[in-house]
T-cell receptor, first 110, second 115 residues
Framework: GQNIDQPTEMTATEGAIVQINCTYQ??????LFWYQQHAGEAPTFLSY????GLEEKGRFSSFLSRSKGYSYLLLKELQMKDSASYLC???????????FGAGTRLAVHP | DTEVTQTPKHLVMGMTNKKSLKCEQH?????MYWYKQKAKKPPELMFV???????INESVPSRFSPECPNSSLLNLHLHALQPEDSALYLC??????????????FGPGTRLTVL
């Protein structure tokens, strides 16, 4: 079966750093994606990890530990526009099957 | 260009109507997807087309009928829907449907209301 766990809501202050954790149990795991979704809009791709370790893309970084079934998304220098839902999505199987976690709603305050 | 387009943006239909949702991409992607998203929930995979062939059907009711006329187009035909089918329907595409990490790019979605 598939089980993906991430916090429901988080709040943070503009300019700060926030870490959004995700734990997962999936069959046929091949890697993990993070997407950002603003309310009423489509998900947009942020990052993916295939191997263990940290991937950095500007203000966003994502970490993966395959042995622990654990990932996190790190957002630095938070901006108000970063207020959105962040979706953890393990990728499995031979058909690019993404299973999304419930998402973490991040609210950034001045 | 990572654009996936969807039409219409909004659709209101009765339970006896037949309608279609359309999705288009010109990125040369060979895999296309339909997702359903209810309010405050994550997207749920419905169908996957790989090289214009249906490769995954996530036990979706037959009142939803996908069609992939060519590698750039994906349709979702709707018939005899129920009010609980009201949701945001998202289309996505990726480079290939085989094994490997293929980033999926999403369209803006069609917001469907079934009366």
């Amino acid at each position: 079966g598939q089980n993906i766990d991430q916090p429901t809501e988080m709040t943070a202050t503009e300019g700060a750093i926030v870490q959004i954790n995700c734990t997962y149990q999936t069959s046929g795991f091949n890697g993990l994606f993070w997407y950002q979704q603003h309310a009423g809009e489509a998900p947009t791709f942020l990052s993916y990890n295939v191997l263990d370790g940290l991937e950095e893309k500007g203000r966003f970084s994502s970490f993966l530990s395959r042995s622990k079934g654990y990932s996190y998304l790190l957002l630095k220098e938070l901006q108000m526009k970063d207020s959105a839902s962040y979706l953890c999505a393990p990728f499995s199987g031979g058909y690019n099957k993404l299973i999304f976690g419930a998402g973490t709603r991040l609210a950034v305050h001045p | 260009d990572t654009e996936v387009t969807q039409t219409p943006k909004h659709l209101v239909m009765g339970m006896t109507n037949k309608k279609s949702l359309k999705c288009e991409q010109h990125m040369g992607h060979r895999a296309m997807y339909w997702y359903k998203q209810k309010a405050k929930k994550p997207p749920e995979l419905m169908f996957v087309y790989s090289y214009e062939k249906l490769s995954i059907n996530e036990s979706v009711p037959s009142r939803f009928s996908p069609e992939c006329p060519n590698s750039s187009l994906l349709n979702l035909h709707l018939h005899a829907l129920q009010p609980e089918d009201s949701a945001l329907y998202l289309c996505a595409s990726s480079q290939a449907g085989g094994a490997g990490t293929d980033t999926q790019y999403f369209g803006p979605g069609t917001r469907l209301t079934v009366l």
